[in-house]
């Protein structure tokens, strides 16, 4: 046995051990720029955690379009409940939804616009999906590299229809984009990707992913839906729409 000094030098050594984790960690927190030991950029965690405590949003590509479908619930009753849209356009074949933070998400919306104006008035043509959803992530991994700012706590999806084809990107906070097949974000994400691992086809109809999506949004909905708590958008040959009201209730009535 050890003598009881020696026990309580031991005992006293790995509580500052731990201490000092702690406190080194917290420090890393705090900066944005700086690496932590573990290689992260705290922040960035952060930030991705307000994007998995967000409402959730989908986004499916079939073989004639691409779905956005997102949860859109209000706080209290006396919100009106078409003032604040979660899915936007961007130009006419490209639109937009969000995971996470509302207020940094119009500024992204704002700054996608800008960005395809730019385009549009330089080369007198629409802006290809894929060099949006380069630009936009180029912006949000700026904010994670300088002084004086934070990083954006929103995920984006962005979809849109390039030399006839349908695409589906998504952005994170810390810059980083991929090309999905179909893909889910938000609150119960990991829930909502095992869902659409089981029913995504690459033949799928644009009217069958619009019904997956709402499913898929189902898996974590807490309380009933209405045509008033989601929002979709469909992008196809014809160019980006958000779904009405009236047209969301229509697919809902074929929701079991």
């Not at 700026?142 to 998504?170: A, H, M």
């Amino acid at each position: 046995m050890l003598p009881n000094f020696v026990e309580s030098f031991i005992v006293f050594s790995n509580l500052y051990c731990c201490k000092v984790i702690v406190m080194a960690s917290e420090r890393y927190s705090f900066s944005l720029t700086t690496f932590s030991p573990s290689g992260k950029l705290v922040q960035i965690e952060y930030a991705l955690a307000a994007v998995a405590a967000g409402a959730a949003s989908v986004g499916i590509k079939a073989s004639n379009g691409v779905v956005l479908a997102t949860e859109n619930k209000h706080k209290s009753i006396l919100y009106d409940e078409h003032s604040v849209k979660k899915v936007e356009m961007i130009t006419k074949h490209i639109g937009m939804v969000y995971s996470g933070m509302g207020p940094d998400y119009r500024l992204l919306v704002k700054q996608a616009r800008k960005i395809a104006q730019q385009y549009q008035l330089i080369y007198q043509e629409p802006i290809p999906t894929a060099q949006l959803v380069q630009r936009v992530a180029m912006l949000m991994q700026e904010y994670t590299q300088s002084g004086g700012v934070r990083p954006f706590g929103v995920s984006l999806l962005i979809c849109g229809w390039d030399n006839g084809k349908p695409c589906l990107y998504q952005c994170d906070p810390s810059g980083a984009y991929f090309a999905w097949k179909a893909t889910a974000m938000g609150k119960n994400f990991v829930n909502g990707k095992v869902f659409l691992e089981k029913r995504y086809s690459e033949d799928l109809e644009l009217d069958d992913a619009v019904h997956t999506a709402i499913l898929t949004l189902k898996e974590g909905f807490e309380g009933q839906m209405t045509s008033d708590n989601i929002e979709v958008g469909i992008c196809d040959a014809n160019g980006f729409r958000r779904l009405e009201p009236s047209n969301v209730k229509d697919y809902l009535a074929n929701i079991p």
